[in-house]
């Protein structure tokens, strides 16, 4: 079907007032005397400029994981006294904020057979991957494993949902992991549709890659719209006067379709409303929001929620008016902001944040590998417990699918 689908690869990727807790130092080579500590989610105010400014130069991307971001869904959505940040500093005078692990205890009390350690994550995260410089990342995971360690309150058995294992900092993880003798259990994993410029200088080369029909059929639908009237595209900032109002056209268009049926749009549930007016509120630029917008005769007819770090747009939301569902508006708004990026270097990489076949799949063709992975300590019984977890893991998500297609019956 696809001429031209690439995974990006390891190489594709390497071309890209202090709190009060108890810490410890960890001599390295590479940077010197590291200190690690754990803290509470609450004392983030305290570490926010040093946060911020680890986001803009993190080995990774994250916007998931940047302060205003993480802080909303904390706040309204993940609220928990386990929430914790494990903080790798350059010294013990807190110079240089060199790695930010935001972890959750999970436990019994969560249905859980047992407990472990997980990365922060939510259906509202996209993907996992902790902000860490890209100085000697590797000594950085071995400061968190260290102090994960030493801190009573959480396992050393560690979970982190959604990772981009091939990514620079999942290559990081796996020397040290090599280099420690951990266990390395990968629970799942799938390919998530991206678009990467590549060798593709525009929107013309790249989709040569897409298959004849496809081609017709977005041109098709395009000019049966642009019939129906005058068809626009815009980018807007949270910053740019309108965003107030286009947001909100965007959020009601999800709230009337299929996800506002399964009350999965961000409006339908107290919690994620307030999430979202915090979250995406105008002039936020931890991260900085923008919204890509298609109107016919002026109204908004698709809308997309994209975060933006490093200059590569993450897709948070989208929307569309579903009684032009025919037309495939949002597939045509993903190739105009595919567009934007091949034609004007707006972006140097755009992420679906989406499960496994998604419509995306269509028209983007490069992947990354997105795997659950778990670690513990290599001894006696640690492997058994991995496996159980995941066997638990993949039993209630199995009983939960099923749960959900009876009551869709119903």
């Not at 409303?273 to 298609?294: C, D, G, R, W, Y």
């Not at 747009?313 to 597939?331: C, H, R, T, V």
Request: glycine share 4%.
């Amino acid at each position: 079907m696809y001429n031209n689908l690439k995974t990006v690869s390891s190489e594709s990727y390497n071309n890209q007032s202090q709190p009060q807790s108890i810490g410890q130092s960890e001599t390295n080579e590479n940077l010197g005397e590291l200190f690690s500590e754990v803290i509470s989610f609450n004392k983030h105010v305290n570490i926010k400029e040093h946060w911020l400014e680890l986001v803009e130069k993190a080995l990774e991307p994250n916007p998931f994981y940047s302060p205003d971001y993480l802080c909303a869904l904390v706040d309204h959505i993940a609220s928990n006294d386990s929430n914790h940040l494990v903080l790798i500093w350059s010294d013990q005078n807190r110079k240089e904020l060199l790695g930010l692990y935001p972890v959750t205890k999970k436990g019994k009390k969560n249905g859980y057979p047992f407990q472990f350690t997980c990365f922060l994550f939510d259906d509202l995260i996209g993907i996992c991957t902790p902000l860490i410089s890209p100085q000697a990342p590797s000594e950085i995971w071995h400061s968190f494993f260290k102090a994960i360690e030493k801190k009573n309150e959480l396992s050393n058995i560690i979970y982190i949902p959604e990772f981009y294992i091939d990514g620079p900092t999942g290559q990081s993880l796996n020397a040290y992991l090599k280099a420690e003798r951990k266990i390395n259990f990968h629970r799942k994993e799938f390919k998530r549709a991206v678009a990467l410029p590549g060798h593709s200088t525009d929107l013309k080369t790249y989709i040569k890659g897409w298959s004849s029909k496809k081609k017709r059929n977005m041109r098709s639908r395009k000019k049966k719209l642009i019939a129906l009237g005058e068809l626009t595209f815009e980018i807007l900032a949270s910053t740019d006067p309108g965003y107030k109002s286009a947001l909100a056209n965007v959020l009601e268009l999800e709230k009337k379709g299929w996800k506002g049926q399964q009350r999965t749009a961000l409006l339908s549930q107290a919690t994620t409303k307030k999430f979202a007016e915090n979250a995406f509120k105008p002039n936020v630029t931890s991260p900085h929001i923008n919204l890509a917008l298609m109107r016919l005769n002026n109204h908004i007819i698709a809308g997309q929620i994209n975060l933006i770090s490093q200059n590569c747009a993450f897709f948070i939301k989208s929307a569309y008016d579903e009684s032009l569902s025919s037309f495939g508006p949002g597939l045509i708004l993903y190739k105009w902001v595919l567009q934007k990026m091949l034609d004007e270097n707006c972006y140097i990489e755009l992420d679906s944040c989406a499960n496994a076949n998604h419509v995306l799949e269509d028209i983007w063709l490069e992947r990354k590998k997105v795997q659950d992975v778990m670690i513990a300590p290599e001894t006696k019984g640690y492997e058994m417990r991995l496996k159980s977890l995941s066997i638990w893991m993949k039993t209630t998500e199995l009983m939960k699918r099923n749960i959900k297609r009876l009551i869709e019956r119903v």
